[in-house]
């Protein structure tokens, strides 16, 4: 381990953030499905297809576990479909690689999982826009939707990602989100709302799962709505998630360093709620902090592969690039209407070179004047390392703790940065 010369000293912070996570998941689970009604199939044995996303969502295993269980007991025979639009390369083999990756199996969970990337059109909107919906979930006589209610990384709404955007994009699998982020491009991303009551009419919804996350990433909420409040409830859960949201403690940053990225952690790599960067065609934003130049250096093992958002880098490794499934990437991205987080940025053999580069051109005269901001990604924030030009910063923020001395940058014998620990030098 070497000190890079000519790089600012940092040190370790640690970040005050909202935390409130659970105990006994698999009772409150049992309890909000039991809240929901005395629900019982007419008929015993009738299907249910459970959509699960391409999500990490905290214990999300679990939780598909147990409303598998509390199914059964009803006498619903459920199965799992995924619910991800044209994530894993928009194959069956990729959903179900994704799924796996989440420890959702068909062995771990007891049923089977249908992934077919077949769709039907089930309604026409106003504005003429197709709503397709997954085949294999129209199999079958009921559907429950799990998923995590966030602020979303392109736009705002009072629907953003939850049960809604699964509805009507996830379920719509790469043909319906391809149709439907085309049609946002004019008419924007609100349309998920009138989508969503349509589905919610022509599709027997028996009821959704909507999770809410604290600032540490933990699970913090667990509610089961039914279709008939589906859409208001979701609405006051987005704003209790946007409330609890994890985010950088500065509003301008020189340098930001993602040590990760990955579609297991944000639709686009690393969430533009945090890094406050987003490019597309329906909309770009640049809000705070306001960050001139981002590093990003490794590709997530649970992204299987798909780099979309390293377009919003200015810098990258090229060992991250060699990590790439180009085709996963530009599938995505293409579906998304977003080539632009597809494209791959400037990339260097060693950091040292990036971080180089990223001092040369994010404006600062002198190294040790950069404001130099690094975490391990955008969906862990409790810990970061900050550089000294921040340090005054710091200590006008009660909710900011320094862990460690000011120290040199590390280096290891290869050129790269040492690994993100907090704890190292306490």
């Not at 040190?11 to 659970?22: D, I």
């Not at 008929?43 to 147990?66: F, K």
């Not at 940053?253 to 944000?266: A, E, F, N, Q, R």
Request: aromatic share 6%; proline share 4%.
């Amino acid at each position: 381990m070497t000190p890079f010369d000519g790089f600012p000293c940092m040190a370790y912070v640690r970040q005050q953030l909202t935390a409130c996570g659970l105990g006994d998941l698999n009772g409150i689970v049992a309890a909000a499905i039991n809240r929901a009604g005395d629900f019982r199939p007419l008929n015993p044995g009738e299907t249910v297809a459970v959509a699960v996303g391409s999500r990490r969502i905290d214990r999300i295993d679990e939780i598909v576990r147990q409303c598998l269980r509390g199914l059964e007991e009803r006498g619903f025979s459920p199965f799992i479909v995924p619910a991800m639009g044209s994530h894993g390369g928009a194959t069956p083999a990729g959903q179900m690689e994704i799924l796996s990756r989440l420890n959702i199996t068909e062995s771990g969970m007891k049923v089977p999982i249908v992934a077919d990337m077949t769709t039907h059109c089930i309604a026409t909107m106003a504005q003429g826009v197709d709503i397709r919906f997954s085949s294999a979930a129209l199999a079958a006589d009921h559907l429950v939707v799990i998923n995590r209610v966030k602020p979303h990384t392109k736009f705002k709404a009072d629907i953003e990602s939850g049960l809604c955007k699964m509805l009507t994009i996830g379920l719509g699998n790469a043909h319906g989100a391809g149709i439907f982020h085309r049609a946002a491009v004019g008419r924007s991303f609100g349309i998920i709302e009138t989508a969503a009551a349509l589905v919610l009419k022509k599709v027997n919804v028996l009821f959704g799962i909507a999770l809410v996350e604290d600032g540490r990433g933990h699970l913090a909420h667990v509610d089961v709505l039914r279709p008939d409040d589906l859409i208001d409830c979701e609405k006051k859960l987005l704003r209790q998630s946007a409330n609890m949201m994890a985010r950088l403690p500065f509003d301008d940053i020189d340098i930001l360093i993602v040590d990760v990225i990955g579609k297991d952690i944000s639709g686009i790599g690393m969430d533009s709620n945090v890094t406050g960067r987003h490019r597309d065609l329906a909309g770009s934003v640049f809000t705070r902090p306001r960050v001139s130049r981002i590093f990003v250096r490794d590709l997530s093992s649970g992204s299987g592969g798909n780099a979309n958002g390293i377009g919003l880098a200015d810098f990258t490794s090229t060992r991250l690039v060699k990590q790439i499934d180009m085709e996963k990437t530009f599938v995505n991205a293409v579906t998304a209407i977003s080539p632009e987080k597809g494209a791959i940025p400037i990339h260097f053999d060693t950091d040292r070179r990036c971080l180089d580069a990223c001092l040369k051109t994010c404006g600062v005269m002198w190294p040790d004047m950069a404001r130099v901001v690094r975490i391990r990604d955008t969906a862990h924030l409790e810990y970061i390392q900050i550089s000294k030009a921040l340090e005054s910063e710091m200590e006008k923020n009660p909710d900011l703790e320094r862990m460690t001395p000011w120290l040199p940058f590390a280096l290891d014998a290869s050129d790269n940065l040492v690994n993100f620990d907090p704890h190292q030098q306490r």
